[in-house]
């Protein structure tokens, strides 16, 4: 019999409206599943855990993020997007070339440990460092330990012309490490995008993720590059669809965001990272004015932080901010206003549904799998709880995250990480950094 264990008299946001949200209730996990939810559950011979003090919501997903770049945290606060001094010069084009394998595996390492810390249980590793198949063998084995649920994302690297063995390299992976479908890690192709590749390029890129049944990943609308009519050209071609998802952009036309919608695709939205590098103005309101719900991204935490607190409350005061500013214009009949609810959906099913793991996670849904977060309500930060939804997304932060549950494995309880020396990560990630950074020539921000 699979251990069981009940979430006893939380607060429970499931964020199914066929479940609904209690101000008090229970869940069942039920080995890797959610068993139940709902109020005084019996579950005989299960283990209890008190929850009267949290909120029991499913753990947050992020769509994108480059988890090797984890040893360079915030080493490009100042620096923007694109230009002589720039993140594409600097981080993609100096510092990555000096990579070792070791330091991939140092970079994802690190960044899965903040992310379990800050309540996210999915995560699409965009991981364009494959210098060599020792490289991919670093990051899967990362992933692979952290016990998150992970979509990993193969990319070739940016700093040289893509080299013939990336598809073989490609295969290999996808045979040694995802052949089961019942495990965390599911496969994608980060490829260059339309942007950055040629028409046969990026049709040769798109037919080997479907060879593969994996999904595909890109970047567009990225500053100056996205406005040449590249992702419309490329979309002509029909390449499109429910398996691709679009990140960022910003930088559209509107031919092009209405082709995204209309081929069922999926979006992930950076937007702090979009707006703090110049990446363009974030098209939230241009999404949604076509019915399209994004997911949402950290993207680089060599500038942004890696929670997904800051990526709710940063999309909705832009979106607010926006409308804001119409009204007091004069304008009338505006677009509705995003809700807490709303982002709080981006953060987690939607974020689901462009990882495609909609059917496995993202609400506390019973027979979907129990990656769970516990959120203590009882921080001077927080209580008296009023709005459940409005705490989470506007009075929460990483400080709350009691506990993680990926599958129905907890990977953080009582505030702790579990299974982990941080010490010794600790020391890995400065002999890590101490290695990459002196080796690139890159000087450490002054201060
Ligand atoms: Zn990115």
């Known amino acids: 019999m699979p251990n069981r264990t009940v979430l006893k008299n939380g607060i429970v946001l ?31 011979g299960a283990e209890i855990i008190d929850a009267s003090n949290m909120i ?58 903040g992310m379990i810390d800050a309540g996210i249980t999915t995560v699409l590793d965009w991981s364009h460092i494959q210098a060599g198949p020792e490289h991919t063998d670093a990051a899967i084995k990362a992933l ?3 016990g998150l649920r992970a979509v990993f994302a193969y990319g070739p690297v940016w700093y040289e012309a893509p080299k013939p063995e990336h598809p073989e390299w490609f295969r290999r992976a996808a045979k040694q490490y995802f052949s089961s479908k019942d ?27 479907r060879d593969v049944n994996a999904r595909i990943t890109v970047h567009v609308g990225v500053g100056t590059y996205g406005k040449h009519g590249k992702v419309a050209q490329v979309g002509k071609t029909g390449l499109y669809g429910p398996d691709t998802t679009f990140i960022h952009c910003t930088t559209l036309n509107d031919e092009e965001i209405q082709m995204i919608v209309d081929s069922g ?16 103005m974030v098209p939230i309101q241009r999404f949604l004015d076509r019915g399209m719900r994004p997911s949402l991204s950290v993207d680089v935490e060599t500038n942004v932080p890696n ?33 807490t609810r709303d982002v709080l959906e981006f953060a987690t099913i939607d974020g689901a549904r462009a990882n495609g793991l909609e059917a496995r996670t993202g609400s506390l849904t019973p027979g979907k799998e129990a990656d769970v977060i516990l959120l203590r309500t009882d921080k001077p930060n927080i209580f008296p709880i009023n709005d459940p939804i ?47 950074v002196p080796k690139s020539g890159v000087k450490l921000p002054a201060m």
């Open 14 to 44: 499931s964020l199914d409206k066929r479940v609904g949200n209690f101000m008090q209730a229970d869940v069942l996990i039920d080995g890797a599943k959610i068993g139940a939810v709902g109020p005084s559950l019996k579950a005989e």
């Open 56 to 113: 029991v919501m499913p753990g947050f997903i992020d769509t994108h993020r480059h988890l090797w770049e984890g040893i360079l945290r915030n080493i490009g606060t100042d620096i923007p997007l694109e230009g002589a001094q720039s993140y594409l010069a600097f981080v993609l084009n100096t510092l990555a070339p000096a990579y070792r394998a070791e330091d991939v595996y140092a970079g994802n390492k690190v960044s899965t440990l």
């Open 144 to 146: 692979q330990e952290s």
């Open 183 to 209: 495990q965390l890690l599911t496969l994608a192709w980060a490829g260059y995008g339309p942007e950055f590749n040629s028409i046969e390029g990026n049709k040769a890129d798109w037919n080997l993720a």
């Open 265 to 280: 695709s999926t979006v992930s939205l950076a937007s702090p990272v979009e707006m703090m590098m110049g990446h363009g």
């Open 307 to 339: 929670d997904m607190f800051t990526q709710m409350r940063s999309l909705i005061s832009l979106q607010h901010a926006l409308l804001f500013e119409r009204k007091l214009a004069g304008e009338e009949n505006l677009p509705a206003f995003l809700t």
């Open 390 to 436: 409005g705490a989470v997304v506007w009075g929460m932060d990483t400080s709350n995250v009691d506990s993680v549950f990926v599958a129905g494995q907890p990977l953080k309880r009582n505030g702790q990480l579990l299974k982990v020396d941080l010490d010794s990560v600790k020391i890995m990630a400065y002999e890590s950094r101490d290695y990459v």
